[in-house]
């Protein structure tokens, strides 16, 4: 017997609403995903004032961290909110594999 015969007989169905907790599991992620939403936004409010008080000033320093600030921020907040769609298309992706 090769491991090729083996791999039709193994089958593995999570259903993650058989979990106990499910539904508050949920409910915390949800909750988590809002406030990581608030806090980029926050970030971002922060970085771009110090993007702009730095150039006004002339601060180059300022001016680099404000931006940085600014594109790590951006980038936290579209991970934040496509997290959802991504693990649901690899999900999806996942499950038409044979």
Known sequence: MHANDLIPLVGVNPDPGKLPGGPQIQTLLDGLGGWALLASLAGLLISSMAWALGSFGGNYHAVSRGKTGVLVCAACAL????AAPIINFFATLGSQVQ
Do not use: L
């Open 79 to 82: 991970i934040a909110g496509a």
